[in-house]
């Protein structure tokens, strides 16, 4: 894993709102790849991404038509989340994935602060929390096999493949069908580039998506903001969360070992979840 590399070497999804006809197979697929709850029958589908979400599909009325909006982690070329971790546990791949590594991870959620998408989330039940957000299923691209959702899109609205190939198509899209599309390609410049691209039938913030994410990247912003706070406010924040986290954690583990009737009282969990 690397920091960010040209454009050419990433992958990304484009994702056509006007494609999508709201099956929610995209969800389904990812909840299958990625080991996430699936919901009991009857469930109301999720309002909002959460730890067992990590994609999400929302209606919107526009014109007196429905329009389908996915909502994921957007794979920022230069991802403000990667650049805010202290510990390297959230990274950039050179094929385009923000990747997640849970081992590294000591709860301080920094990157939800830091994501201008307010992707992240965090689980706060478990007895070892964890972030969770899209990761582009880079399981599946070291397999050479495309994320899930993708895979799963009975309808092309949801289409894996080469950055600078989607960013072509989309933008060939709207100049071919200009009364279909709103002329914006976004990701193309949110938060310096993203490597999820989407398009859409109206403005996207009138689609719950964020229209005013700066066009320029981020981490540059988070180091801004980071220079101008004392190191030693930095660093006790640091520790007092990671202080916190372990405590947590050791409180959850025992709890869970004196529950646990088959470990004898010792704890029978595990770490490392999510990476
Ligand atoms: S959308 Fe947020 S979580 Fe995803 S890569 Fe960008 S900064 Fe990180
Ligand atoms: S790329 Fe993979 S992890 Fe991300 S939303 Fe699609 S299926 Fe889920
Ligand atoms: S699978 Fe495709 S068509 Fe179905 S909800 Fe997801 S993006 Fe839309």
């Known amino acids: 894993m690397t920091t960010s590399s040209a454009s050419g070497d990433r992958k990304g999804l484009l994702i056509d709102f006007t494609l999508c006809i709201g099956c929610e ?3 389904q697929g990812c909840r299958e790849a990625n080991d996430l709850e699936v919901p009991p029958p009857g469930a109301p589908p999720p309002e909002a991404l959460n730890a067992e979400n990590y994609t999400i599909v929302l209606p919107h009325e526009v014109n007196g038509e429905t329009v389908y909006v996915r909502h994921l982690c957007m794979h920022c070329a230069e991802p403000a989340c990667v650049s805010a971790c202290p510990v390297a546990a959230l990274t950039k791949r050179d094929d385009g994935a923000v990747v997640y590594d849970g081992d590294l991870c000591f709860g301080c959620r920094y990157c939800m602060i830091a994501c201008p998408f307010h992707v992240p989330r965090y689980t706060w039940s478990k007895a070892v929390p964890v972030v969770r957000k899209c990761i582009l299923c880079y399981h599946r691209l070291d397999e050479d096999r495309e994320p899930a959702c993708a895979a799963a899109c009975p309808t092309g609205a949801t289409r894996f493949g080469p ?5 072509r198509i989309a933008r060939e899209r709207i100049r071919t069908q200009p009364e279909r599309y709103t002329d914006h390609i976004y990701g193309e410049h949110e938060a310096g580039g993203t490597d999820v691209l989407m398009l859409a039938p109206a403005k996207f913030a009138a689609l719950g998506h964020d229209a005013q994410v700066p066009h320029r990247a981020l981490p540059e912003l988070t180091w801004f903001v980071q220079k101008r706070i004392p190191w030693v406010i930095v660093t006790g924040s640091v520790l007092l969360g990671g202080i916190h986290w372990v405590v947590h954690r050791r409180m959850q583990l025992a ?9 004898g009282g010792a704890s029978g969990a595990h770490s490392g979840e999510g990476s």
Do not use: Y
């Open 163 to 167: 950055r600078d190939l989607l960013l």
């Open 25 to 27: 197979a995209c969800m």
């Open 255 to 263: 709890k869970e070992g004196a529950d646990d009737p088959a470990t």
